[in-house]
């Protein structure tokens, strides 16, 4: 198996990279391991020095690894500088917060002394996606670099380039070589590497199905898992919305990075009593997104990752079509070169057709009217995902309502679903299990250690 680049604007083959070999994995994995018995020695309070070089660097490379990212997975260059941002300012919330997080909690018993430890797990395997190819990593290693673990990084196979840049950002930040390591593995070596045990732990975000295989793994071998699978987040417009906000935020929530995101929204449940004016206003918007070359400034939709997506996408939406959905616009991919698809809106969507019922990763936003609240919540709440989801709304009781009732792991109110260093980030039901960032994020990889002095 090789880990190809192929820049999705242009189809140019940018890297071709053999995987490692499973001697090499072997060897990688000795390394990480001693690291890890160095890194786990370092006090908390010496740690935050390491992490903050990072951030350092990050902040001054921001062109450079940005344009990695628009040319190896084709997100626009201004979303690929905004994510290197991120990926600094979450290393830097962890260094102002990790030492009071980790700190050991004193618990009143009836012994002179007790309460609870938070001591590293060891190397943790982390299986990311190409979506975001740096915040999905920083996400995960931010926390866990600050709690004491080491890293072993199996990262897509079509962004090789990103991958060996954060392993290399480490080195230079001066970690311990093995700290945070790349692996450039086949899908079929990662039983192997699950169940071997130097690996202490687990966690992956990707798809249902991945996250289904690796948690059997991991269970199946004893083994903390953290999954991050998909989600068909609704975007509920209640009857008191303020369409003038919540019309382009809805635009914006289904095209933010090419409308690639797990926490896209991608359904938009609207009561009857706005939903002519909404739709209208909607589609409109969606017309009117600049799609192109991610790299020009004016650019908001710039092309899907991969051949696969846009063929996958394409057929979701065909299929969809041929049941009875409606396209308001958009709906097909135009000639040419590059994985292109047009920002694209479907009402009328039949609950058996696929984009009824299937997630759908790119620029297609799926509209549904309701009678109510209630009912919207009820169709919210009818999927087998549960990652996020967003209430618009002037009705404080409305929103109160949605935030108790829909059954999910993140609820914004006249907002966007985003991932926030100070709340815990995951889902319910298919969309996984375990939480990232906020303190829960720096204490899943820990073992929990209760002690009591009499």
């Known amino acids: 198996m090789s880990f190809v680049a192929i820049n999705p604007a242009s189809e140019e083959e940018l890297v071709r990279l053999d995987a490692h070999t499973a001697n090499e994995i072997d060897a990688k994995l000795d390394v990480a391991t001693a690291a890890f018995d160095k890194w786990s020695r370092v006090p908390v309070s010496e740690r935050i020095h390491?992490?903050?070089?990072?951030?350092?660097?990050?902040?001054?490379?921001?062109?450079?690894?940005?344009?990695?990212?628009?040319?190896?997975?084709?997100?626009?260059?201004?979303?690929?500088?905004?994510?290197?941002?991120?990926?600094?300012?979450?290393?830097?919330?962890?260094?102002?917060?990790?030492?009071?997080?980790?700190?050991?909690?004193?618990?009143?018993?009836?012994?002179?002394?007790?309460?609870?430890?938070?001591?590293?797990?060891?190397?943790?395997?982390?299986?990311?996606?190409?979506?975001?190819?740096?915040?999905?990593?920083?996400?995960?290693?931010?926390?866990?670099?600050?709690?004491?673990?080491?890293?072993?990084?199996?990262?897509?196979?079509?962004?090789?380039?990103?991958?060996?840049?954060?392993?290399?950002?480490?080195?230079?930040?001066?970690?311990?070589?093995?700290?945070?390591?790349?692996?450039?593995?086949?899908?079929?070596?990662?039983?192997?590497?699950?169940?071997?045990?130097r690996i202490a732990g687990v966690t992956l975000t990707g798809s249902e199905s991945a996250g289904r295989a690796v948690g059997e793994l991991a269970g199946r071998n004893l083994k903390k898992c953290v999954l991050e699978l998909g989600g068909s987040d609704a975007f509920i417009v209640g009857a008191s919305a303020d369409l003038d906000l919540t019309v382009p935020m809805a635009v914006t929530a289904r095209v933010q990075n090419n409308g690639q995101a797990c926490i896209a929204a991608k359904r938009f449940i609207v009561v009857r009593s706005?939903?002519?004016?909404?739709?209208?206003?909607?589609?409109?918007?969606?017309?009117?997104?600049?799609?192109?070359?991610p790299m020009d400034p004016y650019t908001v939709l710039g092309p899907l990752a991969t051949k696969a997506q846009l063929q996958l996408l394409s057929d979701q939406v065909a299929s969809s079509v041929r049941d009875g959905a409606v396209v308001r616009t958009g709906g097909e991919a135009p000639a040419g070169v590059g994985y292109y698809y047009p920002a694209t809106v479907l009402t009328d969507v039949p609950e058996a057709s696929r984009a009824g019922r299937e997630e759908l990763f790119g620029p297609v936003a799926v509209v549904h009217v309701v009678d109510n609240l209630a009912a919207a919540i009820e169709l919210a709440n009818a999927t087998p995902w549960g990652l996020g989801a967003s209430i618009w709304s002037e009705d404080h009781n409305e929103i109160d309502a949605a935030i108790a009732a829909i059954d999910v792991g993140m609820v914004f109110a006249n907002a966007i679903v985003v991932s926030m260093a100070e709340l815990p980030f995951g889902g319910t039901k298919n969309s996984g299990i375990g939480r990232e960032l906020a303190q829960y994020g720096v204490r899943e990889f820990t073992n929990v250690k209760s002690f009591y002095v009499a």
């Open 50 to 197: 390491y992490v903050e070089r990072c951030a350092e660097l990050l902040e001054g490379e921001v062109p450079v690894i940005a344009q990695l990212m628009t040319r190896e997975m084709g997100k626009t260059f201004a979303s690929a500088k905004g994510e290197v941002a991120r990926c600094a300012s979450i290393m830097r919330y962890y260094v102002e917060h990790a030492p009071a997080l980790l700190e050991t909690d004193t618990i009143s018993t009836s012994g002179s002394r007790s309460g609870v430890r938070y001591e590293p797990l060891g190397v943790i395997l982390a299986i990311m996606p190409w979506n975001f190819p740096l915040w999905q990593i920083f996400r995960f290693l931010a926390p866990t670099l600050m709690a004491g673990n080491a890293a072993f990084v199996k990262h897509a196979p079509n962004v090789p380039g990103c991958a060996q840049y954060v392993e290399g950002l480490f080195i230079r930040a001066g970690f311990p070589r093995g700290v945070v390591t790349n692996i450039f593995a086949e899908v079929e070596s990662i039983p192997g590497i699950i169940s071997d045990p």
């Open 274 to 293: 706005r939903a002519d004016e909404f739709i209208e206003r909607f589609t409109r918007g969606m017309a009117d997104v600049p799609m192109g070359d």
